[in-house]
């Protein structure tokens, strides 16, 4: 099981992740897609990635912009997985947004 980060550990972590802030025991980032489409593909890419990874975030999908939220529930916060997850995310976006 995934530990619980500390605050000093999040506020450390969120440093390497730009666009990323803390919201109580989640961690949030909103990005706008150049299109529809994108956003939806850019869901689609993060879906495999949180699957293969048994760490699912949640995902607010308006128009072309997307609202990603992790937090390890199980554990009542954040830990390790919703850092790397984060990353992922952000992988994804740069990606699409290029």
Known sequence: ????????????????????????????HSAKLPSFPAAIAVVDRVAELAERA????????????????????SEGGITDLDIALAAQISEQIRSAQS
């Open 1 to 28: 099981m995934a530990e619980l980060l500390n605050d000093d550990a999040v506020t450390e972590a969120l440093r390497g992740l730009p666009g990323w802030e803390r919201d109580g025991n989640t961690i949030v």
């Open 54 to 73: 048994n760490h699912h975030p949640d995902i607010d999908i308006r128009w072309r912009t997307l609202t990603f939220r992790c937090s390890t529930h």
